[in-house]
Nanobody, 120 residues
Framework: QVQLVESGGGLVQAGGSLRLSCTAS????????MAWYRRAPGKQHELVAT???????NYVDSVQGRFVISRDNAKNTLYLQMNSLKPEDTAVYYC??????????????WGQGTQVTVSS
């Protein structure tokens, strides 16, 4: 069972930037697709961005052009660079191992997440 620990969240003004990190335990990180999700208060988890083991990426329309997902397999770490942040990006952000079956399915347990708050 892979364990995931998210970090890097915080309070930022609209237009600002944050870089989230997700450190995974275990040797399966490099062979699995990964994703960032977010959960706003009162809402379900929303898929934000995905990255395959080969580095192919995909984004939800609302963050396309502003967020960049990347991974460092040597460090078992997933990143999310968030630029031009908007108040509607406010949420707890989570990472997870995923499969495309063909829609994206999160495979792991949800960790603590990291809170991102964007003030207007």
């Amino acid at each position: 069972q892979v364990q995931l620990v998210e970090s890097g969240g915080g309070l930022v003004q609209a237009g600002g930037s944050l870089r989230l990190s997700c450190t995974a335990s275990g040797s399966i990180f490099s062979v699995n697709a990964m994703a960032w999700y977010r959960r706003a208060p009162g809402k379900q988890h929303e898929l934000v961005a995905t990255i395959t083991s080969g580095g192919s990426t995909n984004y939800v329309d609302s963050v396309q052009g502003r967020f960049v997902i990347s991974r460092d397999n040597a460090k078992n770490t997933l990143y999310l660079q968030m630029n031009s942040l908007k108040p509607e990006d406010t949420a707890v952000y989570y990472c997870n191992v995923i499969q495309f079956v063909p829609s994206v399915v999160a495979l792991g347990s949800w960790g603590q997440g990291t809170q991102v708050t964007v003030s207007s």
